[in-house]
């Protein structure tokens, strides 16, 4: 085994990898970029190197200063984690070199899966069954037109070095595809540096089932069951479970039996996982293989009982598999949560910002959470913006989905949006719950899972107010307290006024509406005019920050969270946010924006598809902006002439940027 390891990565994985091996008694080495310097990573390891600016490209993806500071800590193996280099056949080889163990596949096994058309030919002489399309070299696209033409629409496109979800594209028509067609290159290339795809026919109600596998340089092979990872938007899983609801055990043989030889057929080392569509006959197609370490891997490691990145560390280190397949078995059932700084209501736009507050359920033997952020720190525009895991058992799937949406409902996070919500829907949802799944059941909930904001309930204003109400009394005795006259009447928190009505108003916006709440004072507590009423409340903020509040003679207890100028109020598991307003200031609402054209979100202009002057329809494609690995397409609201471009390809935008303007707009 070795003494020291360096991880080539960052974030949740990089502290996942440096929990088993602290565990191992394995010294640990991070690498970190401008923007990591003071990441848990970074503070969780025994030592860590300083590797390049914030951008990937200039730090987690430069394989030579990564080998420098492997040289420097005496590292004698690199774990690269998932994404950056883990799939790089050159860094592996360099490993190689320099006499490092690199903890994953041989190079030759990593060259034979990084191209998903060349993984496709071997698979097929092993006999797995594929999808029909596409797997060629020749990339024109006059030829891939006809291609699609032959397949078939729908169809997809993907990504011929990659995943995740990027350089994926569905076409439903022909007219369709040349632009979704240079838009998955651009992305497909942005993100590998290889702009290369293939074709697929697109399967319509598909399940997303994939196999992990193991081997080791001794010639066994071993699966440790299967995955659903069906739930997924922008083609990226968000929830993921193991075993797969209403798997036969004859179907679980049949797919890891494939898995199995498909490892087998490239000579592979160490973790794989080998991903199949399931339709719903029962047939199953091999989609890719992914060479390294899937960020699902906890619920098959809840599930089993085994630690796979031990297995990966022993694998790598020349020992044989900890177990063979008549060893292994289920015991329960586990869902992987993924919670992202994102708006589900924005199309999933990534969020950045400031994690001001961040309290997470209890851990145990059923619930466990993997993160690589803190309280205080930034989710930024540099990396992935997963902010955790969040992995729960139990004995059954209902079980599981009990302690899941619990969990949920006890996550808390603000500063940034996120997606806690939006999982809790998909959770609680009776398909779901049913096992009724496909990758399209986000799209097909919709309506469910994305419903119209509702404004604030009475309950969430009165919660908002005593919070800011209690906050105030005891900022207001603290003063009184340090004053020189701390028994004087102006220093009363009961509301006392002379020869005024005791009473005043607080001032929220709820989205963009204007929400007024009238405080009374009274004996122990607070009368307030709401919109649907009267309440009297009262309450007391306890150790921790949270309210204890007495609604109307209801008790309830929340957590209220001041950011700025927003109040976030937490409760039975709902958020929502409320700004304290100021009726004497203006707003930028209120100056009017003219509905101009701004960037959703800080990112780089990849491409601008129109000129000054042109005139364009509803809907038309105007610019496309890349953000965190993402490309996010800017589209005309209206019909109209374009008046002005104020960026080109290749320039850098700030989130709320007008990237370009329309004839009629204010400044037009």
Not at 189 to 210: I, Q
Not at 321 to 330: R, S, V
Request: charged letters at 25%.
């Amino acid at each position: 085994m070795f003494d020291t390891i360096l991880i080539a990565n960052r974030g949740e994985i990089a502290c996942r990898v440096i929990r088993t091996a602290r565990r191992l008694g394995i010294r640990t080495v991070a690498v970190y970029s401008d923007a990591d310097a003071t990441a848990l990573h970074v503070a969780m390891a025994d030592e860590a190197y300083h590797i390049g600016p914030a951008p990937a490209r200039e730090s987690y993806l430069k394989a030579d200063a990564i080998m420098e500071a492997a040289a420097r800590s005496g590292a004698r193996a690199i774990h690269p984690g998932y994404g950056f280099l883990s799939e790089n056949a050159e860094f592996a080889e360099a490993c190689a070199k320099a006499g490092i163990v690199f903890i994953g596949p041989p190079t030759g096994a990593i060259r034979a899966m990084g191209s998903k058309s060349a993984a496709k030919g071997i698979m097929e002489k092993a006999g797995v069954p594929l999808v029909p399309g596409y797997h060629g070299e020749r990339q024109d696209p006059e030829f891939l037109g006809e291609e699609a033409e032959r397949i078939g629409f729908p169809l997809l496109i993907k990504a011929s070095a990659g995943g995740g979800g990027k350089g994926m594209r569905v076409v439903r028509s022909a007219a369709e595809f040349p632009d979704f067609l240079a838009s998955a290159r651009r992305e497909a290339g942005a993100a590998f540096g290889d702009d290369r795809v293939l074709l697929e026919k697109y399967l319509t109600k598909p399940r997303h089932v994939e196999i992990q596998v193991f081997a080791d340089s001794h010639g066994n092979v071993v699966h440790l069951f299967e995955r659903d990872c069906s739930i997924q938007r922008r083609h990226q899983k968000v929830l993921e479970e193991a075993p797969a609801p209403g798997m036969k055990q004859t179907l679980r043989e049949k797919m890891g039996k494939a898995a199995v030889a498909a490892a087998r057929a490239i000579g592979y080392v160490g973790a794989g996982t080998v991903e199949f569509l399931l339709d719903e006959d029962g047939s199953f197609y091999f989609m890719e293989m992914n060479t390294r370490l899937q960020v699902e891997h906890p619920v098959t490691e809840m599930i089993t009982g085994q630690d796979l990145v031990e297995w990966q560390l022993r694998a790598a280190a020349g020992e044989p598999l900890p177990c063979g397949q008549k060893d292994l078995a289920i015991g329960g059932h586990a869902i992987e949560a993924r919670i992202y700084a994102e708006d589900p209501a924005r199309d999933f736009l990534p969020s950045i910002g400031l994690l001001a507050h961040m309290r997470t359920p209890a851990e145990g033997a059923n619930v466990r959470i993997d993160t690589g952020v803190r309280q205080g720190d930034e989710v930024s525009i540099y990396y992935d913006p997963m902010v955790a895991k969040l992995i729960v058992w139990d004995t059954d799937r209902a079980g599981a989905l009990r302690r899941l949406r619990k969990a949920l409902a006890d996550y808390q996070v603000v500063g940034v949006t996120t997606n806690i919500g939006f999982l809790g829907s998909v959770a609680a949802h009776p398909a779901f719950a049913a096992g009724d799944l496909d990758t399209g059941f986000i799209e097909r909930h919709r309506a469910d899972l994305f419903p119209d904001p509702r404004p604030a309930s009475d309950r969430t204003l009165a919660l908002a107010s005593l919070d800011m109400l209690l906050r105030r009394t005891d900022e207001a005795r603290r003063a009184a307290w340090a004053s020189l006259d701390p028994y004087s009447p102006w220093h009363l928190t009961s509301g006392w006024r002379l020869n005024f009505d005791n009473h005043h108003h607080i001032y929220f916006l709820d989205a963009e509406e204007k929400v007024t709440v009238t405080v009374h004072y009274r004996p122990g507590g607070y009368l307030l005019d709401l919109p649907g009423g009267t309440l009297f409340v009262r309450g007391e903020l306890d150790p921790a920050g949270d309210l204890l509040a007495d609604l109307g003679g209801a008790r309830v207890k929340s957590t209220v969270v001041r950011h700025g100028s927003t109040l976030t109020v937490m409760e039975r598991g709902r958020s929502h946010t409320l700004a304290i307003h100021d009726p004497y200031a203006i707003t930028g609402a209120e100056e009017g924006t003219g509905g101009r054209l701004t960037a959703p979100m800080p990112g780089k202009v990849v491409a601008v598809m129109v000129e000054p002057g042109e005139k364009v329809e509803k809907g038309r494609p105007l610019m496309v902006l890349e953000a965190m690995k993402m490309e996010h397409t800017i589209t005309a609201p209206r019909e109209g002439l374009v008046a002005r471009l104020n960026f080109a390809v290749g320039s850098l935008v700030s989130e709320g940027a007008e990237l370009l303007a329309m004839a009629g707009e204010e400044g037009g």
